[in-house]
Every structure is written in structure tokens, then in C-alpha cells.
């Protein structure tokens, strides 16, 4: 069933518009996997220029990781709120954030003042984990809606990190100083930030935002005509439902998707931070290297592949469930490998690449936003969608913080073990919590069209 006032967006073919925005949407995402996971290629050259005693690394390491997660909290909650005044009013200005911060990085002069500019550069990563989403998600057709959230988030953002692997293997290369390094790779994340700007502020308003928000019929009739390249289109219904009432009727699956990416980024969040500098070492590869190989191996080609023809056809909820289990059986036999020295490093390193593999799946679903902007209806579309984030950079943050503490603690056997029970849990708790969204208009999935809803 779709709702006839967006039929005309929902039914259309996947055009050179989506491609447009699935780019300029997904740039963004691009420059978040970038922001992320440079800090965890030059962590070690970073605490060594800043003087920080041995004793004080592991918790030194936690703080660079965790604030840009805790950072984007706080860009979360806030762009979630602004974007209820305007998707397009503000999608620029968490570019420009992310531009300006990642070019400060390179001039803090204390390590505690580089901890500060990156809680900045995470307001807005925050700010773009709800806005990109959002707007591709209500661009979108009914039938590629999964295929063009996947490739524009799920799989930008492991390009991102790639691009800050090769960039710093570039700089190895022609043996550029470790004390310019560090500070270039972190840097280097303005140039696409700073570049997708104009673009941005060039993008239609959403046809859905016009109509159920800003109640603006003409307005949203322009857009659908403009998006589906028709000289006319039909108007749509306004949604007059307070929004509490709105928040009520949807909460549980908000919260529901709050709570499976962040289990999902507890789980995946302490390999991303901490795979090249403290799995990597376990396994005797160079910081560079294993990120190289684990995103061109690992991770690109099967998001490319899940995007393209699972998460549309297969369904995002089997895609989840079965990522998280066999994500949780390849980290028990990872753990396991490391625990028998006699065990060759490649071999253990297979079978990890076989978990990126395995929770490229969750990635592209609840890591990727699905949910949270899926299961809400459009009149509180972003503001779910910011809780969803803040669930899961609270498990990233906690990641973030734990992962080195407990690899010191505990072992690095025993630490990969608990992360492959939480994966198990998140299959299990995807089973049983969230419906199947795939190839349903926003309006079916949330009850848009019911009669019990009052549209005018």
C-alpha cells in the first residue's frame, strides 16, 4: 500500500536525482568515517608529540576516541530538534562544522585542547548522522529506499575510513615527519567537509517535511513536482497532530532502534577505534595495512553487494539478525584463535575479516539510521532519528572508553569474547523488537494513511 499523497515519490524509478543526492548526502558520511577512525591511525605519534606519560595512554586514548562520540550526542539532540524548523535550513552547517574543526585539529597545543576541538568536530558528526539520513530517506522511492540509505551511509562511511588509511600510508610513504603526519591525516578530513557545502544548500526541501511539518501544501506540491521531474503533482495532506501525541503513539520503536545501534556500536565502535592500533598489533600488521585490507576486503565490497540486493529484497530485518549472529560465532572463534598461540596471525586475521563481513549487515541497518527514520512518522521524523543516533554514540562512546581499559584488564582474548555475547544479544533483540520496513511507503510503515490518523 502507499499513500497517494507521495505516490508520486514513492513509485518513481531510482533517477540521476537520487544519485545526486545519495552523493551529496553521502559525502558527509564519507567525512564522519574519516573523522572517526583517523585518530585511531596516528594515536600513537598524537600522544607521543603531546608529552603524555605511559601511564596515562590508555586513558588518554579513551578521551580522544570517546569525545567527538560523546560530541555527537549533544549535535544529535540539537540538529534533531532544528531540523523540525527545516531539513534544508540547516544541512550545510554540519558540514561546515565538520570542515572547521577537523582543519583545527592540526593546531591544538595541548592534548586536552585537541579532546575539546574533537567534542566540536562530533556535534557534527551528530548533526550529519541525523540530517543525511533523514533527507535521503524521505527523497527516496519506496522500492530502493533501503539500497540508497545503505550505499549513501553505510557504505560511505567505510570509504571514509579508507581514505584516511591511504592518505597516512601516502605520507609514510614519502617519509613524512610522525609530527606532521598525525596532525595532516586528522586535518585532511576538512577538504570533502569544506567541498560538499555548496551542494548542500542547493538541495530541494523535503516534499515530506513541506507538507507534514511546515504544513506548506503548495510548497511540498513544487517539491514532488520538481523531484519527479512531472510539470504537475497532486497535493498532499498536512499532519495537525500535536507532536507529543505523535511521540507517544511511536515511542516504543524509537526506542527500539535507540537501543539496537547501540548495541551494535559497542560491538563494532571497539574494533573501528581500536582495531588499528590495539587489534592490529595483536595480530602483528602495520596500523595502515590492516585498516587498508580490512575496508577493501572486508567491509566495501560486501556493503556495495548488501546494499545493491539485500536490503530491499532479503529485508533489513533478516539482514540484521543473521549479520549479528554470525558476527557473534566469528568473534567467539576469533577469541578463540588468539587464545592458541600455535594459531598463525592470518589465519586469526580471516576469520576477523569474516566478522567485518558478518556486521556489514547491522551496519547497514541499524548503523546505517534505518530505523530511526523508518519507524517515525514524518511530523517527528528527525527528532526520532536523534535519539536513535544518541543511542548509539552512547554505545560508542562506552566503547570507546572500555575497550582499553578492559584489553589491559582483562585480556584481549577475554575482551573479544564479551564483544561476541553482545553481538548474540543484538540478533535476538532485533527478532524481537522492530517490524520489517522493507519495500513500504514511510506512510504504510508509521499508519500515515489510517483513518485514526487526522490529516487535512
Not at 547497514?364 to 536523534?386: D, N
Request: hydrophobic content about 55%.
Amino acid at each position: 500500500m502507499t499513500d497517494t499523497h507521495f505516490a508520486i515519490l514513492d513509485e518513481q524509478k531510482f533517477s540521476a536525482f537520487h544519485w545526486r543526492t545519495l552523493l551529496v548526502t553521502g559525502l558527509g558520511v564519507f567525512c564522519d568515517g574519516y573523522d572517526i577512525s583517523s585518530i585511531s591511525l596516528v594515536l600513537g605519534p598524537a600522544l607521543r608529540a603531546y608529552h603524555v606519560a605511559a601511564h596515562d595512554i590508555p586513558i588518554m586514548k579513551g578521551y580522544l576516541t570517546a569525545s567527538v562520540l560523546v560530541g555527537s550526542m549533544v549535535g544529535a539532540l540539537v540538529f534533531g530538534l532544528l531540523a523540525q524548523k527545516g531539513r534544508k535550513r540547516f544541512y550545510g552547517l554540519d558540514a561546515m562544522i565538520l570542515g572547521l574543526a577537523a582543519l583545527a585539529q592540526a593546531f591544538m597545543p595541548g592534548v586536552w585542547l585537541l579532546v575539546a576541538c574533537r567534542f566540536v568536530l562530533g556535534i557534527g558528526v551528530g548533526a550529519d548522522y541525523v540530517l543525511s539520513p533523514t533527507i535521503m530517506a524521505e527523497h527516496a522511492n519506496r522500492a530502493d529506499r533501503g539500497r540508497a540509505i545503505g550505499l549513501g551511509f553505510g557504505t560511505m562511511w567505510p570509504i571514509g575510513a579508507l581514505a584516511a588509511a591511504l592518505f597516512k600510508l601516502l605520507l609514510d610513504a614519502y617519509h613524512v615527519p610522525d609530527d606532521l603526519v598525525w596532525k595532516l591525516v586528522l586535518a585532511g578530513g576538512c577538504v570533502p567537509a569544506l567541498g560538499v557545502i555548496f551542494f548542500r544548500r542547493n538541495m530541494p526541501e523535503s516534499a515530506r517535511y513541506l507538507a507534514r511539518v511546515a504544513q506548506d501544501k503548495a510548497a511540498a506540491q513544487a517539491a514532488m513536482a520538481q523531484v519527479s521531474g512531472l510539470a504537475t503533482a497532486p497535493p498532499p495532506a498536512i499532519d495537525a497532530r500535536p507532536f507529543w501525541q505523535v511521540f507517544r503513539q511511536h515511542a516504543r520503536y524509537i526506542f527500539a532502534g535507540a537501543l539496537l545501534w547501540m548495541i551494535y556500536d559497542l560491538v563494532v565502535y571497539a574494533t573501528v577505534l581500536f582495531g588499528p592500533d590495539i587489534i592490529a598489533q595483536n595480530l602483528g600488521i602495520p596500523a595502515s595495512i590492516y585498516q587498508i585490507e580490512t575496508e577493501l576486503i572486508f567491509v566495501i565490497p560486501p556493503s556495495i553487494l548488501m546494499s545493491w540486493f539485500l536490503l530491499d529484497r532479503f529485508g533489513r530485518k533478516p539482514t540484521q539478525v543473521w549479520g549479528f549472529v554470525a558476527g557473534a560465532v566469528t568473534l567467539g572463534i576469533f577469541a578463540w584463535m588468539r587464545s592458541n598461540p600455535a594459531i598463525p596471525a592470518l589465519a586469526a586475521f580471516l576469520v576477523y575479516g569474516l566478522f567485518n563481513i558478518a556486521q556489514t549487515g547491522p551496519g547497514l541497518v541499524s548503523g546505517a539510521g534505518v530505523y530511526g527514520v523508518e519507524l517515525a512518522p514524518t511530523r517527528i521524523r528527525s527528532v526520532a532519528q536523534s535519539i536513535t543516533v544518541v543511542g548509539g554514540r552512547i554505545g560508542a562512546a562506552i566503547s570507546g572508553f572500555a575497550f582499553p581499559l578492559m584489553n589491559a584488564r582483562f585480556g584481549f582474548v577475554a575482551t573479544i569474547a564479551g564483544l561476541a555475547l553482545l553481538s548474540l544479544l543484538g540478533g535476538l533483540l532485533s527478532h524481537l523488537l522492530v517490524p520489517e520496513t522493507s519495500s513500504r511507503s514511510l506512510e504504510e510503515i508509521n499508519l500515515e494513511s489510517a483513518p485514526a490518523v487526522k490529516l487535512t
